[in-house]
């Protein structure tokens, strides 16, 4: 079991929202032992916990909110903090929407690391799955299995002639979510995107931010960081809703053609189904990235 974490000094980043189009600059501050991940609206003077019962909206993106205030698209911060054992951290953000960045957590994971990584004297408790508990949402599926170790497999299938059916399977170390997972960008699809625009979403979405295909593949020029970019990134945005469970789960996670909505579903059901997992405070230890 390892200890919690938090950053050695606050650091911050700027950039623009991938649905709201609007600009943000974003301050990560250490936090005591205990405090969990809390985003502050400094622009209102809102502080939103991030946990399940934050969820306002699970459409295109996880969007957390409190008495009206909001903050879309957490996601893939909250998969970075997941992935690299942030456990406690003050996330103030002067706007609607976190940053979307390059549309992957890359470049958070330079940030974060330039900050620092402090370990805190207290263990990190995890959530033991000891029952598999499975959730059936319409096309979507997630299974939480027994499992020694933290898993995570995953399978997409989207109709289009170039992508079709992707899976993937994966051990979720600190290790392996740096190099495997969190360079994968958010993705869409052409011919979606004048619908999605006219609907409030993705207006700051550009080749610069996201995979983008058309009929005949993939628009950007730098073409795909992995083979199988699209199922990574969906693995990357369920590590950052299932971090709203408030505890790292040790099991084998399962999920086909799930997205945000289904992912909050399951971890409401999870949370339901109390004989089937128990809060731990000694399991194997994964070596930590520095």
């Known amino acids: 079991m390892r200890l919690q974490r ?14 709201t189009g609007r600009y943000a600059t974003v301050s990560l501050k250490p936090a005591s032992r205990d405090t969990g991940i809390i985003f502050v609206r400094a622009d209102k003077g809102i502080t939103i916990k991030a946990h399940i019962c934050s969820v306002t909206d699970t459409a295109f993106s996880t969007t957390l909110g409190y008495n009206g205030t909001r903050i879309r698209t957490v996601e893939h911060i909250l998969a970075t903090l997941s992935g690299l054992g942030i456990d406690n951290l003050f996330i103030e953000v002067n706007g609607p929407e976190i940053p979307i960045l390059d549309g992957s957590s890359t ?48 399978r997409i299938y989207f109709n289009h002639r170039l992508f079709g059916e992707q899976r993937l399977s994966l051990e979720l170390t600190e290790e392996i979510f740096a190099r ?13 995107v004048e619908h999605l625009r006219a ?15 058309g009929n005949d593949g993939v628009l950007n020029s730098s073409g795909l960081r992995f083979k199988d970019e699209f199922v990574r990134h969906k693995m990357l945005d369920l590590i950052g809703d299932f ?10 996670i399962i ?31 994964q070596p930590a990235l520095t």
């Open 6 to 19: 938090t950053l050695k000094k606050e650091i911050s980043f700027e950039g623009i929202g991938l649905h």
């Open 107 to 154: 470049e958070l994971i330079n940030i974060i690391l330039r900050g620092g990584i402090a370990k805190q004297g207290k263990k990190r408790p995890y959530l033991r799955i000891t029952r598999p508990v499975i959730l059936y949402d319409g096309h979507s599926e997630i299974a939480a299995l027994p499992y020694d170790g933290r898993r995570i497999t995953y």
């Open 180 to 192: 495997e997972i969190a360079p994968a960008r958010t993705f869409g699809f052409l011919k979606d």
């Open 199 to 213: 609907n409030g979403f993705a207006k700051g979405g550009s080749l610069n931010n996201a995979i983008i295909l």
């Open 243 to 252: 971090s709203l469970l408030g505890f790292p789960i040790y099991g084998h």
């Open 255 to 285: 999920a086909s053609k799930s997205g945000h909505t289904t992912n909050l579903k399951f971890l409401k059901k999870l949370l339901s189904y109390q004989d089937c997992w128990e809060i731990v405070s000694e399991i194997k230890q």
